[in-house]
């Protein structure tokens, strides 16, 4: 049987779609949206023609998502070390194109169901950015569907410093440091993504094999998925194409793969039969 083609899937995304296992989406994708520069010098524009291209490229990608039922998205829009290393000019031009593109898309937002959130050091940004934010925040909140996160003025290890931070705070309030209890759960439970499950995907843009500093613990098992595509490039057919590349992946999470643990099996049972010692 057919699958059902959700509505506002256009052509190329329909191709793609229908050949992906609906069963095996993953649950969460964390993007790292890179090229912008790039794409404008091609053109022989300034950076920020490449900046508000991309915005383009979130709208697509973020409706495409929500459409085919992932349950988060997360983007990398804008990390701390462009806040501290970038121009000037440069910050603040994102920092409006943040605050328009807020007012612009929360009734595109709110058509689809999609719930806003954000992680990253947010009080570090102008107080009118975060009152938009916050705003806009607020305008979803009550939506069902996907949850949208943006990384703002975020950095992986900032983020595992603050969780650090918040356990010693939350064991001070509790009687101290005796009552200081670390393991891998807690430390997920005090990160900025406790709200989410870990990334199944990351997919970065642009053809660069790196994590800039995106996500650190929470890509652990995470697939990684690189395109040559540019940010302002990139739509909802890239997002599906990521998606059916993802599926053609075995995910052992450390553990053997199905084929090395038929093969163990196998070689046990042919040990068993023939009364021999498998090798260890």
Known sequence: MQATVPAGLDRKETEVYLRLDLKRLPRHIAIIMDGNG?????????????????????RSTVET?????????????????NWKKRPRSEVDFLMGLLSRYLKQEVPTLNKNNIRLEYIGRQHELPAE????????????????????????????????????RSLVDAAARNGGLDHLYVDEESVSRHLYTRHLPDPD??????GEMRLSNFLLWQLAYAEIYVTPTLWPDFRGVHLLEGIAEYQKRERRYGGLGQVQEHAQEHSHSHHERAGTKPPS
């Open 129 to 164: 950015v975060q009152q938009r934010m916050e705003w806009a925040r607020q305008a979803t909140e009550t939506n069902s569907g996907m949850v949208l996160t943006l990384a703002l003025n975020y950095s992986a290890r900032s983020e595992i410093v603050d969780a650090f």
């Open 65 to 81: 998502a929500a459409r085919v039922k992932i349950p988060a998205l997360t983007l990398y829009a804008f990390s701390e070390e």
């Open 201 to 206: 995907l990351v997919i970065r843009t642009s």
């Open 38 to 58: 790039r794409w404008a010098r091609r053109r022989h524009l300034p950076r920020v023609a490449g900046h508000r291209a991309g915005v383009s490229s979130v």
